[in-house]
């Protein structure tokens, strides 16, 4: 059976990738997004697609959609904590409002609603790994909280309107997700030290980088939402990669990979960066268990097709 899928934030980084996935298996999409930090050139292959409609909006305004609609996905939303500093209230108002605006949606067309949640639920984690059932340990006033409690807002009113309406949803809690079509200048890590080491630039290893996180590849993890939207479960659902890896062993994978005489170099911590979480892990039993959902691409695998996109793109 082929649906018919709402994708807002479908011009971003993972929300491309899902429109892909979505259309190569033969759904309909309608993606929505304003651009805020997304690019028409993730979409521009799909401008001619049958099955592809894209509107300029932003879900922070009602939205009006014509036609039935199987299942609103809500991937809107700036990610990078380099936007933390810079649209804080744009990110605090796509997670409230723009959220509601698609569970509204949702409600009007009898649809399916899918929220793209996130790891930094768990904020500065306690708990390692992080279980679904672990209720976090997050700064509401930090430079984070704009990021971290919309997202907290967020999976609390789709729950509201999951009790109230009767609503359908599934909530995701995505980790660390990299691969192409990132925006190598967007201030995430992946991308940082890809772009200083093909530039031969000193690569930043904020504090002495032994933070660590868990990366996923963008393809396993469109595997892994797709999973959640179609299957039984409400959630939260973590949808990531467990392996662990300091920053300074991500930097050091980065310069082999790459071959580049870069250095590796200490920084302090930025200012708009307090409160960065020293560890994040997923525990993935619940996805692997329920839904059979694996990821399978190595950090070392997946880092090779990102390297050679943003070499196109920087033309190095
Ligand atoms: P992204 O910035 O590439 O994609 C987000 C998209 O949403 C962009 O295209 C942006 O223009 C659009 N958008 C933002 N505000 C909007 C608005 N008001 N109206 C319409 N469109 C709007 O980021 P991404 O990494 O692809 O993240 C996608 C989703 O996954 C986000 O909700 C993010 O919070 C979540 N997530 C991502 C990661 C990750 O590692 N990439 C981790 C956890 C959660
Ligand atoms: N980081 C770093 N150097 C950089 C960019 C980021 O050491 O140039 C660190 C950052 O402090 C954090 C980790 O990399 O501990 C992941 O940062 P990212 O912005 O990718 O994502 P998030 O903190 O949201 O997980």
Excluded at 173 to 202: H, K, S, W
């Amino acid at each position: 059976m082929n649906y018919r899928v709402l994708i807002a934030g479908g011009a971003g980084f993972i929300g491309s990738h899902l429109a892909d996935a979505l259309l190569a298996r033969g759904d309909e999409v309608i993606a929505v997004d304003n651009f805020i930090s997304g690019r028409p050139e993730n979409i521009a292959h799909l401008a001619d697609h049958p099955n592809f409609l894209f509107l300029e909006q932003d879900v922070t305004e009602q939205l009006f959609i014509d036609g039935y609609i199987d299942a609103v996905m809500d991937l809107a939303s700036p990610a990078s904590p380099n936007d933390f500093a810079t649209i804080p209230l744009e990110i605090l108002d796509v997670g409230s409002t723009g959220t509601r605006n698609l569970l509204d949606l949702a409600v009007i067309k009898d649809a399916r609603f899918f929220l793209a949640s996130t790891s930094e639920v768990y904020g500065d984690p306690l708990v390692h790994p992080q279980p679904e059932s672990y209720w976090g340990n997050v700064s509401s006033i930090g430079p984070r909280s704009c990021y971290d409690e919309a997202k907290r807002f967020s999976e609390a009113i789709t729950m509201a309107y999951h009790r109230v309406h009767d609503l359908e949803v599934r909530i995701v809690r995505i980790f660390n997700t990299y691969g192409p079509r990132m925006r190598p200048d967007d201030g995430r890590v992946v991308g940082n030290f890809i772009c200083q080491a093909l530039q031969g630039e000193p690569i930043t290893l904020f504090g002495d980088g032994s933070q660590t996180r868990s990366f996923c590849y963008v393809a396993d993890e469109v595997r892994g939402l797709i999973a959640v939207l179609d299957g039984p479960l409400t959630g939260p659902i973590n949808v990531g990669n467990p392996g662990e890896f300091t920053m300074r062993q991500l930097a050091e994978l980065v310069v082999e990979l790459t071959g580049t005489s870069s250095e590796i170099i200490t920084m302090p911590l930025p200012a708009e960066r307090e409160g960065d979480p020293m560890q994040r892990c997923p525990d993935i039993s619940l996805i692997s268990t329920e839904l059979g959902w694996t990821p399978t691409v190595s950090l070392r695998d997946g880092l090779i097709p990102m390297i050679d996109a943003i070499r196109d793109e920087l033309s190095l």
